[in-house]
T-cell receptor, first 110, second 113 residues
Framework: QKEVEQNSGPLSVPEGAIASLNCTYS??????FFWYRQYSGKSPELIMF????GDKEDGRFTAQLNKASQYVSLLIRDSQPSDSATYLC??????????FGAGTTVTVRA | DADVTQTPRNRITKTGKRIMLECSQT?????MYWYRQDPGLGLRLIYY???????NKGEISDGYSVSRQAQAKFSLSLESAIPNQTALYFC????????????FGSGTRLTVV
């Protein structure tokens, strides 16, 4: 079982819709969770981090964490063409090394 | 200037050659990491260093070595490059005592022919 799993996509959503990305992790002791956005050929860019169960909102982005289910998600509201990218879920098991999922590719169609 | 700078940006090398990828940072972070990214596999940790005297292997260290020359500099070497080391390589940094994720360099695209 991979440490961090994501649906590879591609996930295609119309402009203005909500994009929902999911991530599961295997280590129940994981402490912090991150979402990175990566445009093609570019480096990952941190967009959200979450430590506690529940929701965390930042602009059009909402991260949701459920430690009991070992599940973290990212919602992108009012999706824009500029949101078209690959989204990487990353997990810190408490040792300050991040384990990454393979990423979900999102395409926002105009 | 970028906070985390990687050189070179692109490199084509031949099988069996030794190559060094360099990373320098102006963030003042103690922790530095080298990852490689392959399509469908995500980012995998090669080596990491939590301070100048601390070097640790990651999940895929075979065929690689590193040097932490200073707090700000962390180099990755491929002693004898092979084609399956063709990948996108990223250096990343993070601050000791904080858990706000990584800052990534712009990456080095390495092709071994």
């Amino acid at each position: 079982q991979k440490e961090v799993e994501q649906n590879s996509g591609p996930l295609s959503v119309p402009e203005g819709a909500i994009a929902s990305l999911n991530c599961t992790y295997s280590d129940r002791g994981s402490q912090s969770f991150f979402w990175y956005r990566q445009y093609s050929g570019k480096s990952p860019e941190l967009i959200m981090f979450i430590y506690s169960n529940g929701d965390k909102e930042d602009g059009r982005f909402t991260a949701q964490l459920n430690k009991a289910s070992q599940y973290v998600s990212l919602l992108i509201r009012d999706s824009q063409p500029s949101d078209s990218a690959t989204y990487l879920c990353a997990v810190n098991r408490g040792d300050y090394k991040l384990s990454f999922g393979a990423g979900t590719t999102v395409t926002v169609r105009a | 200037d970028a906070d985390v700078t990687q050189t070179p940006r692109n490199r084509i090398t031949k099988t069996g050659k030794r190559i060094m990828l360099e990373c320098s940072q102006t963030k003042g972070h103690d922790r530095m990491y080298w990852y490689r990214q392959d399509p469908g596999l995500g980012l995998r940790l090669i080596y990491y260093s939590f301070d100048v005297k601390d070097i640790n292997k990651g999940e895929i260290s075979d065929g690689y070595s590193v040097s932490r020359q200073a707090q700000a500099k962390f180099s990755l070497s491929l002693e004898s490059a092979i084609p399956n080391q063709t990948a996108l390589y990223f250096c990343a940094t993070s601050a000791a005592g904080e858990d706000y994720g990584y800052t990534f360099g712009s990456g080095t695209r390495l092709t071994v022919v």
